[in-house]
């Protein structure tokens, strides 16, 4: 997950930088008051980061599910930790599967032989 969020900031550091910087202005109410912020990092890492796109399609359920519970406990996050394990392991299958495609690629490719 780490090399996706590396990506993210790789391509993205200006939003990531303005959302965090908006979250932190706005402990209480920062769901509500960063929604532009939030939109415009989302919207560049979907445009930037591929792994992001296969993680988001691939991980739908799981993204929903965490998402529900986080929704549900508010006041416990800590009540979410089996669901967001669950999108963490998928996206780690993603991540191994197109590093594995990367890797098949580029053994196959011209200059590589």
Known sequence: MES?????AAHCGL????????VE???????????GEKTALTKCAEE???E???VKERCAPFI???RSCLEDNKTDPQAC?????????CHQSVAAELQGQSAAAASSSPSAQ
Not at 4 to 8: A, E, F, I, R, S
């Open 4 to 8: 996706t969020l590396d990506l993210v």
């Open 15 to 22: 939003q990531v930088k303005l959302y965090g910087a908006c």
């Open 25 to 35: 202005r706005n402990p209480h109410n920062w769901e509500s008051v960063c929604k």
């Open 48 to 50: 930037n980061v591929g």
């Open 52 to 54: 992001l796109r296969r």
């Open 64 to 66: 929903a599910s965490y």
């Open 81 to 89: 930790m089996s669901s967001l394990r669950e999108l963490y392991n």
